[in-house]
Structures are given as structure tokens and as C-alpha cells.
């Protein structure tokens, strides 16, 4: 069984920084692709940002392009969602997600969080104006 946690988030006036962290359980975090979700109240939840096995590729929702970065430490079994210039926008209970895929030489990122399997517990971000 994965186990995401989830650390991070909080209040912060627009303009403002934050960061997630998601740490995994289990052996095998480099074999999988991981991203980041995010929920606003009576919305869908929607696709922020994805990054593949090893991190050199990565891939943003245009709404968070330019403004969040997301990266991972193999090493650590974390992932990482670095939210600058923030909006209030951007608030929102955001989640980590492990993509159901293996690794395969080839990375195809999946914004559908139907192809995710495993989720993070959520961490509130509310971003003041």
C-alpha cells in the first residue's frame, strides 16, 4: 500500500510564495510519474502539474504556467509544487497523485486524474487579495 502525506500550504496574501511537499511510502517512487491536483469549492478537481520518473520533464495547466514549478527527490520519495506570484485565484485544496503507469522509457503525461492511483490527503491553500 502507497502512502502519500502531504505537508505545506496555508494562508498567503496574493503575490506571495508557497511550497508543497508530498512524501511517498514505499520502494518504488522513482518508478512512477507523480502531480499535483488541485480542487476549488463546487469545481471539478483539475490538473496543475506533472513530472516524469526521473524529473527532466515536466508539464503545467496554462493557468499555473510560469508561476509554479514542480520537481522531485528520488532520493527523498518527495515531490515538490514551489507556487509563486500567487492569486486569489489559486486558492484551493490541493493534492498530490501517484500516476498508475510504471515506468516505461517513454513519458506521456496524464492530466485526467483518472489515471492517477494513489492521492495525498489535500492541504488547503487560500491566497488573500
Known amino acids: 500500500q502507497v502512502q502519500l502525506v502531504q505537508s505545506g500550504g496555508g494562508l498567503v496574501q496574493a503575490g506571495g510564495s508557497l511550497r508543497l511537499s508530498c512524501a511517498a511510502s514505499g520502494r518504488t517512487f522513482s518508478n512512477y510519474a507523480m502531480g499535483w491536483f488541485r480542487q476549488a469549492p463546487g469545481k471539478e478537481r483539475e490538473f496543475v502539474a506533472a513530472?516524469?520518473?526521473?524529473?527532466?520533464?515536466?508539464y503545467y495547466a496554462d493557468s499555473v504556467k510560469g508561476r509554479f514549478t514542480i520537481s522531485r527527490d528520488n532520493a527523498k520519495n518527495t515531490v515538490y509544487l514551489q507556487m509563486n506570484s500567487l492569486k486569489p485565484g489559486d486558492t484551493a485544496v490541493y493534492y498530490c497523485?501517484?500516476?498508475?503507469?510504471?515506468?516505461?522509457?517513454?513519458?506521456?503525461?496524464?492530466?485526467?486524474?483518472?489515471?492517477?492511483?494513489?492521492w495525498g490527503q489535500g492541504t488547503q491553500v487560500t491566497v488573500s487579495s
Open positions: 497523485a501517484r500516476d498508475s503507469a510504471q515506468y516505461s522509457g517513454t513519458y506521456y503525461y496524464h492530466a485526467s486524474r483518472y489515471e492517477y492511483d494513489y
Open positions: 513530472i516524469s520518473w526521473g524529473g527532466s520533464s515536466t
